[in-house]
């Protein structure tokens, strides 16, 4: 049994800025950029909401819309999707989910949805969870079979797993440590459970299950959080230092008003800052390590080694980091799907869309091993290895 991606897609905004573009408004250069991060260009969203990359990714995925990859001939009703989950750091509304945006723009009426926040772990994060409540409904079915009782959960066999990033909202351009690696768009898969059950019966759409030992889906995946006691990835919310009614002194009307004018507005406790924090050393530090721990902890759980893996697809947070990862488990950079170059760090979605292109370029064929590690703020990290 397991949860097998049947489709694949990604969206990124119309808008290339250069490096030569970024010189222009902070004190660097292409010569400058390029050695240390490994970026030429990334996508600037300008027109496009969150919303728009994450419908766009979603419905390539689906292939209601070209660009996409699909497993089977023909295109997956949106309607068979049971849940959407959404791992974004930019929604365009707190409520409802970014999720909820995406399930109305696509048509996918019974799907159920809600939202993450795991940085660039999002990609990780949002396949381990899909699967687990896949097999989670998968043995409450087997349950009601053998008890012949309700279902006591929701029936969920097919899941969107969808991150849309707008990180341009979040980045201070009059910096250059961070406004160079940042860009926008979005990644998409659709998994669904196949039960050993199915094994040459259709499946939700009509096509044939797949069972037994070299039977695709996720294989393993492995997850962990590391307090960041010293703020080396840190955003904060924008709305934290908004003032609100109820001063700390106790009275309730501002100067000069009458006894019935409303409450003093009390100011938070320190001022927010709106944009995204970094501490470039000690990311490195702990993106280096984090990326070869969890890929040696989820092939262990696998049951695989480097050795049996096609492809790397992982974060794209810096080259240097994929670079410093391959030199010391002793892999080519020929093992690892870069994408960063031409669209900078995508957060969650970057480890998506880079699994996307190397399915769309015939880099990953069905029967092949995907490893995707990805880290990020939290500190979060992980990884999955996933059979194509």
């Not at 004190?27 to 919303?51: F, K, Q, S, Y």
Request: charged letters at 20%.
């Amino acid at each position: 049994m397991g949860s097998v991606i049947i489709g694949s897609g990604r969206a990124l905004p119309a808008r290339i800025v250069t490096n030569d573009e970024l010189s222009e408004i902070v004190d660097t250069t292409d010569e400058w950029i390029v050695p240390r991060t490994g970026i030429h260009t990334r996508h600037v969203a300008i027109e496009e909401t969150c919303t728009d990359l994450g419908a766009q990714a979603a419905l390539r995925a689906l292939g209601l819309e070209e660009g996409g990859w699909q497993r089977e001939a023909g295109a997956i009703d949106a309607a068979t999707l049971d849940m959407i989950i959404c791992p974004t750091l930019t929604a365009d509304t707190h409520f409802p989910s970014e999720a909820a945006r995406i399930r109305e723009r696509i048509g996918a009426t019974n799907a159920v949805c809600y939202d993450m926040s795991c940085a660039c772990s999002g990609c990780v994060y949002g396949l381990s969870t899909a699967d687990l409540i896949m097999a989670g409904a998968a043995f409450a079915r087997q349950e009601a079979a053998r008890t012949r009782t309700p279902l006591r959960c929701n029936d969920v066999r097919r899941v969107l797993v969808v991150a849309a990033e707008r990180l341009s909202k979040l980045v201070d351009w009059e910096e250059r440590a961070t406004c160079i690696l940042f860009g926008d768009g979005a990644g998409a898969v659709v998994l669904e459970w196949r039960d050993e059950a199915e094994t040459g019966a259709a499946g939700a759409d009509g096509a044939a299950g797949a069972a037994g030992a070299d039977a695709p889906g996720i294989l393993s995946s492995y997850m962990e959080n590391t307090d960041d006691v010293d703020r080396t990835l840190w955003c904060d919310s924008a709305f934290a230092s908004r003032k609100v009614p109820f001063a700390a002194d106790g009275t309730t009307a501002a100067a000069g008003t009458s006894a019935t004018a409303a409450p003093r507005l009390a100011a938070s406790d320190a001022e927010s800052d709106p944009y995204m924090r970094m501490a470039g050393q000690a990311v490195f530090k702990f993106a280096t390590s984090a990326m070869m721990r969890c890929t040696e902890e989820a092939l262990t759980r696998a049951g695989l080694t480097t050795d049996d893996v096609t492809l790397f697809t992982p974060h794209q947070a810096n080259e240097r980091i994929i670079r410093y990862a391959a030199k010391k488990m002793g892999l080519p950079m020929e093992r690892f799907q870069v994408i960063i170059d031409h669209v900078g760090n995508v957060s969650g979605a970057s480890a998506l869309i880079a699994l996307n292109e190397a399915l769309c370029e015939g880099k990953l064929q069905p029967g092949d091993i995907a490893c995707m590690t990805a880290f990020g703020g939290g500190l979060t990290a992980g990884s999955c290895v996933i059979r194509i």
